[in-house]
Each structure stands twice: as structure tokens, then as C-alpha cells.
């Protein structure tokens, strides 16, 4: 099932175009990164798929929802970190989210605060909650009402260390739990660890999109090292099949198609060369990598 469809998504501001026919599909029970630097269009998108803004042209759908049904109360939101009032525990602050918002029942805030780990702290005060604990709570309030789909933007943002990795640890607690989940992010190593599918925007371009697992099985990389380092990055350069090569630090990496790589033949080719490696590594390309790749082109 798919949960959204986007389809030739166009949206400028005056002069600038913040999104360039951008489409793709979000499957059911994800955990979707929407992926690009500050200005490549990732707020922007979530604003007109959450009818926030209006698209120039273009159309998207959610649920594949019939005629006349209101898909927005299956879509819990957090596009900015609520004003909870700091003197007030858990359980009230996500009581007047509950009444303000008209999402979920009563009987929700409990539920909610078992979900996001924080019913053991239900009645300690909003300001004696860690960053991690406040963004828990933050995202129970996009729990109100029991969404299918949660759209996060930047949720790991202005956390240190381990409110991150509590932050992540709740989203892949809540997928497992049935949520789909969309996370737009400028942080590439949070996205390559929690996501299992990406999308990469540039300047309102759709670079890239699909399971991570697909977008890092373009190439393989191999590290490798020798005294004569320069020498090595020559010899290389002549190597049959290499897509492109590189000197990073004291290694030269070299890239190759996916599966396409013998370390024997490497070796072999070096020494011939008149190379010797002291070092030789294959290694999986990182979604880091795999991102400047795509938005240097």
C-alpha cells in the first residue's frame, strides 16, 4: 500500500522555484527520509503535503482515500516544538493538546505517555524533563488521536548526544508499533540509521529516491594505502572497470560497481605496478557519501 503519492509537484516563491516536479510514492509502514541541504525545498514539501501551502501545480494523494473522507485525522504532526507550559506535568500539558486540538479521548494521554516511554514521569513538571524527554512529549502530542502516518520535521534538531539517540530509539519503536513515518532532515547520519527508504532533494530537484539499501548499491569502495601514496593513486587511475578513485587523508579510495570488486586482482594490479599495499579494505558506501555524490553533479 501506498500511504502518499506526489505527483510533478511544482512551487516557486516570486523568482525562486522551491520544488521542480518533484514525485514519488511513500509505502506503508516506512520510516521515509526526506533528505537535502538548508533551501532544497524539504519544509516547503511537507507544508503542501500537509495542505499547509498550496502547490503551483501538480497533486498528491494520501491513503488513495475515496471521495469525500478527510485523510488529515490518520496524519499526526510536528513541525515545530510545541509551547508547553513549563510548571505543568505530562499528562496536563498533553491534556490541553488533546482539548485544543480535538484529537483522541481522554483515555489517549495515557496511552500516549505509555508510547513515548514517559508514563513513569506523567506528573514531573515540563521543566524538569532532558531535551530527549521534551521531544518525546512533543511528538506524544503528534500521537493524539492514534495517526497512522506521523510527519517529523527535523526531530532530531538542536538535541545533544543522547537525546538524539532517544529521540531515534522512539522511532523505531513507534514503526515497529505500525506507524508510518516521515522525517524530513538535513542529517545524514541519523537519516542512514533510522530511514529505510529516502528521498534526496537539491534546489527543488528530486535527485534520488528509494529504499536506502538501493540508493548506497550503486558501488562498492575499497580503501587503499602505501608508502608512495601518489604513486598508488596513479597506478589506480589505470585500473580496468574503476569509476572514480580519490586521496582521503593517508588512503586512496576507489570506487567500483556493485559487486564488481576483487581485492586479489587489485593487489595484483599494484604490485605490478610497482606498488605495494600496506592497507586494503572493501567497504559499503555510507548514504553520506552517496549524498554529495548526487547533489556535486
Known amino acids: 500500500m501506498t500511504v502518499l503519492e506526489l505527483k510533478n509537484i511544482h512551487k516557486s516563491f516570486g ?10 510514492e511513500i509505502p506503508a509502514g516506512s520510516i521515509f527520509g526526506i533528505l537535502g541541504p538548508n533551501g532544497s525545498g524539504k519544509t516547503t514539501l511537507l507544508g ?18 475515496p471521495e469525500g473522507e478527510n485523510p488529515r485525522k490518520r496524519i499526526g504532526t510536528l513541525l515545530e516544538t510545541p509551547n508547553f507550559y513549563h510548571y505543568l506535568s505530562a499528562t496536563s500539558n498533553l491534556e490541553i493538546t488533546r482539548r485544543i486540538s480535538k484529537r483522541g479521548a481522554r483515555e489517549d494521554v495515557e496511552h500516549v505517555l505509555r508510547k513515548v516511554q514517559l508514563y513513569e514521569r506523567r506528573k514531573s513538571r515540563f521543566s524538569s524533563y532532558s531535551l530527549g524527554m521534551k521531544q518525546r512529549l512533543a511528538i506524544g502530542a503528534a500521537l493524539l488521536g492514534t495517526p497512522s502516518v506521523l510527519v517529523l520535521d527535523e526531530p532530531t534538531n538542536g538535541l545533544d548526544p543522547e537525546g538524539i539517540a532517544e529521540v531515534r530509539e522512539l522511532i523505531a519503536d ?9 522525517i524530513a532532515s538535513h542529517l545524514l547520519d541519523e537519516v542512514e540509521k533510522v530511514c529505510t527508504h529516502v528521498a534526496i532533494l537539491k534546489n527543488g530537484d528530486l535527485l534520488s529516491c528509494g529504499s536506502v539499501k538501493e540508493i548506497l548499491a550503486d558501488e562498492d569502495w575499497i580503501e587503499l594505502s602505501a608508502k608512495n601514496l601518489p604513486a598508488l593513486n596513479a597506478a589506480m587511475s589505470q585500473y580496468p572497470g574503476l569509476l572514480h578513485h ?40 555510507r548514504l553520506e557519501a552517496r549524498f554529495f555524490e548526487l547533489i556535486q553533479k
Open 246 to 285: 580519490r586521496i582521503e587523508q593517508t588512503l586512496v579510495l576507489a570506487a567500483f560497481a556493485k559487486d564488481a570488486v576483487d581485492l586479489e586482482a587489485v593487489n595484483e594490479f599494484c604490485y605490478r605496478q610497482g606498488v605495494k599495499l600496506t592497507h586494503m579494505l572493501l567497504r559499503k558506501q
Open 174 to 182: 513507534l514503526n515497529e508499533q505500525g506507524h508510518t513515518i516521515i
Open 48 to 65: 503542501i503535503m500537509l495542505d499547509v501551502l498550496k502547490a503551483d501545480s501538480g497533486s498528491f494523494t494520501w491513503f488513495d482515500e
Open 15 to 24: 523568482d525562486t522555484k522551491a520544488l521542480k516536479g518533484v514525485s514519488f
